[in-house]
């Protein structure tokens, strides 16, 4: 009942591939990313006099991180806190932007898009579950997500650099 017809059969090149490969991943991140921020643990949790929990929201740029930076017992907490909420964004702006066909004017965009989805996300904590709220997540996951943009533009022109230095080494 169910055939192919190999001439008719449209063969992808191997950049539709890549981009379709790098789909799939960014599907895949998207819901690990959701998983730990929404349900995974609560290491963000607001701590009241009856302990862990409560909603509890921060509207303040930078005041969490000033918090963080001078209130801490030690270096790994602000390191942990701060640089994995960048690192945590920075697979969505690399892998939405590899997955893109058209890569003309998507930096803002892609950006943007990942201060959209941090959004989203804190306020998802604040409404349905006992984390915090807070503006400086959106802040430092939307540099993690213009990271991640950058890096792919980055490794983008050094693969055409080294491709265009190959040819010529070959050529000579």
Do not use: H
Not at 9 to 27: D, P, Y
Not at 35 to 59: D, H, I, K, M, Q
Not at 140 to 148: C, D
């Amino acid at each position: 009942m169910f055939s192919i017809n190999n001439n008719n059969k449209q063969n992808l090149s191997s950049s539709q591939q890549i981009r379709a490969f790098a789909l799939v991943l960014f599907v895949i991140y998207l819901c690990l990313l959701f998983y730990v921020t929404l349900f995974a643990w609560n290491y963000g949790a607001s701590l009241g006099a009856e302990g862990p929990g409560g909603r509890n929201y921060n509207l303040i740029p930078f005041r969490s991180i000033y918090r963080i930076t001078v209130f801490s017992k030690d270096i790994m907490d602000p390191i942990t806190i701060l640089v994995g909420n960048i690192v945590l964004f920075m697979p969505f702006g690399f892998l939405l932007l590899f997955a893109m066909k058209q890569l003309k004017k998507v930096i803002i965009k892609v950006t943007i898009t990942g201060c959209i989805i941090s959004i989203f996300i804190e306020s998802s904590q604040f409404m349905f579950t006992y984390r915090v709220a807070n503006i400086d997540d959106v802040i430092l996951n939307t540099f993690g997500a213009l990271v991640g943009v950058l890096l792919f533009v980055f490794l983008r022109l050094i693969k055409r650099r080294v491709i265009i230095f190959y040819k010529k080494e070959a050529g000579t």
